[in-house]
């Protein structure tokens, strides 16, 4: 895999302790495969089809994403927790357009 099938997303963990996660541009991967893959604790009960949000990241910085479609703010509306930066992860398909984004995972409500 060469540099140009890769972008690197960096996921902060703790304040201002990032890790750095490769994700290949070239396969179809949603965000959340990767993190899953990385071995990131992502229930993703619904598969990713955007019905359960236990993919809920929310972005800091970085590169601007694709709007989120209608379902997908559904769903994130309907979260105990959301700011303006929150996604579902599964919903973000990887691109060479998102390397340097920053994000936190969200936690998950009983």
Do not use: F
């Not at 690197?8 to 993190?35: F, H, I, N």
């Not at 604790?41 to 694709?66: K, R, S």
């Not at 559904?74 to 994000?103: A, F, H, K």
């Amino acid at each position: 895999m060469t540099d140009d099938n890769v972008v690197r997303v960096y996921v902060e963990e703790a304040p201002s302790q990032r890790r750095e996660v490769e994700a290949p541009t070239d396969m179809g991967l949603s965000l959340m495969e990767v993190l899953k893959a990385s071995g990131y604790d992502i229930q993703a009960t619904c598969g990713g089809m955007a019905l359960c949000g236990t993919c809920h990241i929310e972005v800091l910085a970085g590169p601007a994403l694709d709007e989120p479609s209608d379902e997908e703010m559904y769903m994130l509306e309907s979260l105990p927790i959301m700011s303006t930066g929150s996604r579902l992860s599964c919903q973000i398909r990887v691109n060479s357009r998102m390397d340097g984004l920053v994000l936190r995972l969200m936690p998950q409500m009983a």
